[in-house]
């Protein structure tokens, strides 16, 4: 999805990478895949437990923002 979102394209800014890397992990665990399902899940409870939070769930990051402390779980 990233970009090409029609969320990201109408609400610039105002996304949820959070939910979509969520929804991605429940793929992975659909098709057996636990330890990258375990690997996003970590990634979120990283970035939600730094109070790295979008806007849509009350928190102030912006849609880069979330994104990039998810990668930066991903790949600490």
Known sequence: MGRAHAG???FPGLTD???EV???ALMLEYC???EQTARLNQ???ATTAAGILPRDV???AATEDVT???IDA???
């Open 68 to 70: 990039k402390a998810l």
């Open 58 to 60: 009350g928190g102030t």
């Open 74 to 76: 991903l790949t600490a």
């Open 32 to 34: 057996g895949l636990p």
């Open 43 to 45: 990634a979120i409870e």
């Open 22 to 24: 969520g929804s991605t």
């Open 8 to 10: 990201h394209r109408l």
């Open 17 to 19: 990478p959070i939910g």
